[in-house]
């Protein structure tokens, strides 16, 4: 019998039988020792079975160090970051005693200033004069003032109540001092435009950012503000914010003066953040001069023109936006482009676009036909122009009401002919744009004549009144029956 036959006849469904049996059915002595032989070990199969746990061990630690723990420590680092919602919103409902136990050095690291982390501010000091100090009087210990009580009366004309703090978030970047911080506000609606002003200018820019006072927007804010910064290393690099929490949604002058107190060169740029910077006017202006000798002096204004598409849709992308002025003549032509506001033209035509077409390049030149309504974009020194009146509350005249007091005080505007700036398209709040502006022009109206008051005033007492820091004011201010019965009798 073959062993094949003895194999099927005991193979399915049977009882393995003993060798005994086995051999009793065999025929050839071969056949006896086949069976009688000890079955091979299954070599191959455990070979295969370590192969395969082998490759199953490496899959697992490859993961689990290429993928997991990265997106471990990544979400670690979102949820526990200081910046992040969670951390944040803590910080708003933690009793003072937690307060004081919060990681200052973890705040450091993330460019956080540990006094602003807690949300309580920090302390402004004052100190006794050297003279008064050499000559034994004062004291040496400083004078501390709660950083709540100076900056309510820093902002006092302000809405309020109101919370400010400063430096919520600090860029890591350090700036030369005669560099030009661009100043702006900005609310959640336009972090997009936020996101691309910083990836353009790469150079320090203060935000203040308004945030509504309710639970669930400061979340979705501080989310949102979490999120950018995670995405955009130059916010990081260069960007200094500066939160203000409360229920007042236009409170522009307010957010303006925040934004250019807490500046850290000496020169800005007040813009609004829905305009695309189309050009380096930055390191144009620093390589020039010239230019920089009139900053320098404190009584000039540069101008940076601005434009807006003719057609609403062609505003949206600013990646098409043109990059030179040979670009932008060619779209004025065509009449794509024109001047920012051209249904308005005494916000920016004292700038006189067609002398800005013509000019030279490398050039500027003086606004001769100044308006009172005249509301450019400009580059100032920090430190000795007036500030924004923070009287003026939502949409009309706030801006021209900050350029106004600049120019009587002295200050005149020059347009730079190389640079331009191009509005992004977005729908405007035309209900309370409407409401507001019927307000603050009744306002404009008497701050014009308190402006010129005031100035011509100061002028003449010091004896200021015929010289050439007066002019703007004299002429703006002539037409005025008080202004003039004030100049008449001096």
């Given amino acids: 019998m073959a062993l094949r036959q003895v194999i099927f006849r005991f193979g399915h469904g049977s009882t393995k039988p003993s060798p005994a049996v086995l051999k009793s059915q065999l025929e050839t002595p071969s056949e006896i020792a086949l069976v009688s032989m000890k079955p091979l070990p299954r070599l191959p199969q455990i070979f295969k079975f370590l192969f395969a746990f082998y490759v ?292 920016h035509n004292s700038t006189d676009y067609k002398r800005f077409y013509a000019a030279p390049p490398g050039n500027i030149y003086k606004v001769t036909q100044y308006t009172s309504a005249y509301e450019p974009y400009v580059i100032v020194k920090r430190e000795g122009p007036p500030w924004c009146d923070e009287r003026f509350i939502g949409y009309g005249g706030n801006k021209a009401a900050c350029l106004f007091e600049m120019y009587i005080s002295g200050i005149s505007f020059f347009v730079l002919t190389d640079h331009f700036i191009i509005h992004q398209s977005h729908r405007y709040e035309e209900i309370a744009r409407k409401t507001e502006r019927r307000y603050n022009k009744k306002l404009f109206s008497e701050f014009k004549e308190e402006i010129c008051f005031r100035y011509l005033k100061m002028y003449n007492d010091h004896g200021l009144l015929n010289t050439t820091q007066s002019v703007n004011a004299l002429q703006e201010c002539k037409g005025r029956k008080r202004i003039t019965r004030l100049t008449e009798s001096t």
């Fill in 56 to 347: 199953a061990i490496a899959v697992f630690y490859t993961t689990n160090h290429l993928f997991v723990s990265p997106l471990r420590v990544g979400l670690s680092v979102l949820v526990n970051h200081p910046m992040s919602p969670r951390a944040l919103w803590a910080v708003f409902t933690t009793t003072e005693s937690k307060k004081e136990s919060l990681n200052l050095i973890d705040a450091r690291a993330y460019g956080l200033d540990p006094h602003f982390l807690q949300f309580s501010g920090g302390k402004t000091k004052w100190e006794s004069s050297t003279f008064a100090l050499e000559h034994g009087f004062g004291q040496v210990d400083t004078i501390v003032v709660d950083e709540e009580l100076t900056l309510s009366k820093a902002f006092s004309t302000a809405m309020r109540p109101s919370k400010i703090i400063p430096y919520f978030y600090r860029a890591s970047g350090e700036f030369e001092s005669d560099d030009i911080t661009v100043t702006t506000l900005v609310t959640s609606s336009r972090f997009g435009a936020f996101s691309r002003l910083i990836d353009r200018y790469r150079g320090p820019i203060s935000a203040t950012i308004h945030v509504g006072n309710t639970t669930n927007e400061i979340r979705t804010v501080l989310r949102s503000l979490k999120s950018l910064y995670a995405t955009s290393r130059n916010m990081a690099a260069y960007v200094d914010v500066h939160l203000v929490i409360d229920s007042f949604d236009r409170q522009f002058n307010t957010w303006r003066n925040i934004a250019r107190l807490f500046a850290r060169t000496d020169y800005v740029m007040m813009l609004d953040v829905d305009f695309y910077l189309c050009t380096d006017f930055r390191t144009a202006i620093r390589e020039t001069p010239h230019i920089m000798d009139k900053l320098r002096r404190g009584n000039v204004a540069l101008v940076v023109p601005a434009f807006e598409y003719t057609k609403y849709s062609d505003g949206l992308d600013p990646s098409v936006f043109p990059r030179d002025k040979r670009a932008l003549l060619s779209l004025v032509k065509s009449k794509h482009l024109g001047m920012f506001h051209a249904s308005w033209t005494p916000g």
